[in-house]
């Protein structure tokens, strides 16, 4: 029977790198992180870098191998879940040794933790040490080390100018990674649906459960709603494979890639959530047994367990205990925070003290994204820059030497990415040969130039905190904060940022920081605005019946939080009035559009 979880919170995956060691460096305390296996160079200078360390076995897989991408992540995972079970039995044979590592054990659990108060019994009593060890054995368990992949970005690989079968594209061959390792833990897949990558599931018996109902490997989908949820995960039970996880993220108050809804709230989203849970599981159900059956595969006679969870903007603990108490989560994510926690993430010592001095105007949505999907940035990071610099100097575009983002077939049809300089060099050449004014002319050199190398600049800073050598075409730093980090202002311990969680110390020092639910609108109102400038210059009829889709939304949304926020007598009373104006001045302004 497997542990509950230790935690009420986890670690989001942010970058290519941020979180790339975090289970070695927090997973034995039992808190959850997920990792990015984008970036296989990364990966494999981790690999090297941590066997070392923990005078593991190590054995370079080189790009010359047949299945070079999904070896190096399995190795890696294999890497990161011996560690991990070393570090964890270590604290237990600390935590029965020792009762001073018992007292900091406690200090990070949740208030109202049984295992908080057992240990507490223990200190104060004297049960012999066999009852202890018997107590952690039951109750104790590591993190799991989740792993993210962007269903999107399953770039096709080629072999003398021929496609490679499609289980070597990059998205493929990071779940075979996944599911070939002996990591006890769940794939994150973000970004939307793949028909075609959610169809690979199929072939790794991993996915399904045993004869206990038990699964080895789980999915987990971050979605943006109800319905998305609802389609993904049906798609999937058709093929026998349950979503154990639903993980909501803020479509704009978020890190990394920002898939802003059609004006539908975290609230809202979250409320129906609530209230279809149980439809929602015995609907999924109903369509994964039918498809085990068919496929001869065992039948649980019980639904196994979903969880809901929520992330995007939490930042202090009355909120995090309202969203597990209101609307019944099963734990939040804490994300853009632990970016000032060396304990707990990979980032360089320049880019922690850019993101600790940012204030709210530093932060904004930008268009550097090789995507073209809206993504969080920061001014004043060193790949901006650098990149500045090669474009004053017409030397537009990056060498794009991982090419997982090369994904546009417009020149090439293996795929370039619009970041590099190849593409870059193509697109320019064909501006300069369009007969543009001056200012148009200027707009669209930008927009082709804007573009970042993600792929290098996102997993730059870990190799820098480790003092690892930066090889190759300088990009220098790409950091992707939610605009939650303009609310903390300093580096803080593990131990900090985990008392901030559970309310027992205050780490924001920022006066009237907006409520999670009054950010997020804010950013709807700026995103429905801009969208609306842009629909009446082109009036598009199109264009403005989704807006006014978006404005009725949006509206439903405010009169939710009114009902919500008047009707708390917990959580919102010393705020009640200041929530209650910001409503009413932004419905107003929705209304006068």
């Given at each position: 029977?497997?542990?509950?979880?230790?935690?009420?919170?986890?670690?989001?995956?942010?970058?290519?790198?941020?979180?790339?060691?975090?289970?070695?460096?927090?997973?034995?305390?039992?808190?959850?992180?997920v990792?990015?296996?984008m970036?296989?160079?990364?990966?494999?200078?981790?690999?090297?870098?941590?066997?070392?360390?923990?005078?593991?076995p190590?054995?370079?897989?080189?790009?010359?191998?047949?299945?070079?991408?999904?070896?190096?992540?399995t190795?890696?995972?294999?890497t990161?879940?011996?560690?991990?079970?070393?570090?964890?039995?270590?604290?237990?044979?600390?935590?029965?040794?020792?009762?001073?590592?018992?007292?900091?054990?406690?200090?990070?659990?949740?208030?109202?933790?049984?295992?908080r108060?057992?240990?507490?019994?223990?200190?104060?009593?004297?049960?012999?040490?066999?009852?202890?060890?018997?107590?952690?054995?039951?109750?104790?368990?590591?993190?799991?080390?989740?792993?993210?992949?962007?269903?999107?970005?399953?770039?096709?690989?080629y072999?003398?100018?021929?496609?490679?079968?499609?289980?070597?594209?990059?998205?493929?061959?990071?779940?075979?990674?996944?599911?070939?390792?002996?990591v006890?833990?769940?794939?994150v897949?973000?970004?939307?649906?793949?028909?075609?990558?959610?169809?690979?599931?199929?072939?790794?018996?991993?996915?399904?459960?045993?004869?206990?109902?038990?699964?080895?490997?789980?999915?987990?989908?971050?979605?943006?709603?109800?319905?998305?949820?609802?389609?993904?995960?049906s798609?999937?039970?058709?093929?026998?494979?349950?979503?154990?996880?639903?993980?909501?993220?803020?479509?704009?108050?978020?890190?990394?890639?920002?898939?802003?809804?059609?004006?539908?709230?975290?609230?809202?989203?979250?409320?129906?959530?609530?209230?279809?849970?149980?439809?929602?599981?015995?609907?999924?159900?109903?369509?994964?047994?039918?498809?085990?059956?068919?496929?001869?595969?065992?039948?649980?006679?019980?639904?196994?367990?979903?969880?809901?969870?929520?992330?995007?903007?939490?930042?202090?603990?009355?909120?995090?205990?309202?969203?597990?108490?209101?609307?019944?989560?099963?734990?939040?994510?804490?994300?853009?925070?632990?970016?000032?926690?060396?304990?707990?993430?990979?980032?360089?010592?320049?880019?922690?003290?850019?993101?600790?001095?940012?204030?709210?105007?530093?932060?904004?949505?930008?268009?550097?994204?090789p995507?073209?999907?809206?993504?969080?940035?920061?001014k004043?990071?060193?790949?901006?820059?650098?990149?500045?610099?090669?474009?004053?100097?017409?030397?537009?575009?990056?060498?794009?030497?991982?090419?997982?983002?090369?994904?546009?077939?417009?020149?090439?049809?293996?795929?370039?990415?619009?970041?590099?300089?190849?593409?870059?060099?193509?697109?320019?050449?064909e501006?300069?040969?369009?007969?543009?004014?001056?200012?148009?002319?200027?707009?669209?050199?930008?927009?082709?130039?804007?573009?970042?190398?993600?792929?290098?600049?996102?997993?730059?800073?870990?190799?820098?905190?480790?003092?690892?050598?930066?090889?190759?075409?300088?990009?220098?730093v790409?950091?992707?904060?939610?605009?939650?980090?303009?609310?903390?202002?300093?580096?803080?311990?593990?131990?900090?940022?985990?008392?901030?969680?559970?309310?027992?110390?205050?780490?924001?020092?920022?006066?009237?920081?907006?409520?999670?639910?009054?950010?997020?609108?804010?950013?709807?109102?700026?995103?429905?605005?801009?969208?609306?400038?842009?629909?009446?210059?082109?009036?598009?009829d199109?264009?403005?019946?989704?807006?006014?889709?978006?404005?009725?939304?949006?509206?439903?949304?405010?009169?939710?939080?009114k009902?919500?926020?008047?009707?708390?007598?917990?959580?919102?009373?010393?705020?009640?009035?200041?929530?209650?104006?910001?409503?009413?001045?932004?419905?107003?302004?929705?209304?006068?559009?």
């Amino acid at each position: 029977m497997k542990i509950p979880n230790i935690h009420t919170f986890h670690i989001p995956v942010m970058g290519l790198a941020y979180t790339i060691d975090t289970p070695i460096r927090v997973a034995h305390y039992g808190i959850s992180s997920v990792i990015s296996v984008m970036d296989d160079e990364l990966i494999e200078q981790m690999n090297r870098l941590y066997t070392k360390k923990f005078q593991l076995p190590y054995k370079g897989i080189s790009k010359k191998a047949e299945d070079f991408r999904a070896q190096r992540i399995t190795s890696y995972l294999n890497t990161l879940d011996t560690i991990v079970k070393q570090k964890f039995e270590h604290l237990k044979d600390q935590l029965i040794r020792n009762k001073e590592a018992v007292k900091n054990y406690i200090d990070l659990l949740p208030n109202t933790s049984e295992i908080r108060e057992n240990l507490q019994k223990h200190l104060e009593g004297s049960e012999p040490l066999t009852k202890l060890k018997a107590f952690l054995d039951q109750h104790l368990s590591p993190g799991s080390i989740d792993v993210n992949i962007m269903t999107k970005v399953d770039r096709e690989t080629y072999e003398n100018k021929e496609p490679r079968p499609a289980i070597y594209n990059d998205a493929h061959s990071a779940l075979r990674g996944f599911a070939e390792s002996t990591v006890n833990a769940s794939v994150v897949l973000s970004a939307g649906m793949n028909p075609r990558l959610f169809g690979y599931f199929e072939s790794f018996d991993a996915f399904y459960p045993d004869e206990q109902n038990q699964l080895q490997k789980k999915i987990i989908l971050k979605v943006s709603d109800y319905r998305s949820a609802s389609i993904q995960g049906s798609f999937l039970a058709k093929k026998g494979l349950w979503v154990s996880e639903y993980r909501i993220e803020s479509g704009l108050n978020c890190g990394g890639h920002a898939f802003a809804t059609d004006g539908f709230l975290m609230g809202t989203i979250l409320e129906e959530f609530k209230q279809k849970r149980e439809d929602l599981t015995v609907s999924m159900h109903e369509l994964f047994c039918k498809a085990l059956d068919q496929k001869g595969k065992h039948v649980p006679k019980q639904p196994l367990n979903i969880k809901i969870t929520a992330q995007g903007g939490v930042g202090t603990a009355l909120e995090h205990d309202f969203l597990l108490a209101h609307y019944q989560l099963d734990a939040v994510g804490w994300g853009s925070p632990f970016l000032l926690v060396p304990e707990a993430t990979s980032t360089d010592q320049d880019t922690r003290n850019l993101l600790a001095s940012a204030k709210e105007d530093d932060l904004y949505l930008s268009t550097i994204s090789p995507l073209g999907v809206p993504f969080n940035n920061i001014k004043g990071t060193t790949n901006e820059f650098i990149k500045q610099e090669r474009i004053a100097n017409n030397k537009e575009g990056s060498s794009c030497p991982r090419k997982y983002l090369a994904l546009n077939k417009k020149y090439s049809e293996e795929g370039l990415c619009t970041a590099s300089r190849k593409y870059q060099q193509k697109a320019l050449a064909e501006l300069n040969d369009m007969n543009f004014s001056t200012e148009a002319y200027q707009e669209h050199f930008t927009e082709i130039t804007e573009k970042a190398c993600l792929c290098v600049g996102l997993a730059n800073a870990a190799l820098m905190d480790h003092q690892l050598p930066v090889k190759g075409e300088q990009q220098g730093v790409v950091i992707c904060p939610g605009p939650n980090i303009a609310y903390f202002t300093k580096e803080v311990s593990l131990k900090q940022m985990v008392n901030h969680i559970y309310g027992r110390e205050n780490i924001i020092e920022v006066e009237n920081r907006p409520h999670v639910f009054i950010k997020e609108l804010r950013m709807y109102l700026d995103h429905y605005k801009k969208e609306q400038k842009i629909a009446e210059a082109e009036q598009s009829d199109l264009k403005m019946k989704k807006q006014e889709k978006i404005r009725k939304n949006l509206l439903d949304g405010i009169a939710y939080y009114k009902d919500l926020f008047e009707n708390d007598t917990v959580y919102f009373c010393a705020d009640k009035s200041s929530i209650e104006n910001q409503l009413h001045e932004i419905e107003r302004e929705l209304l006068n559009k």
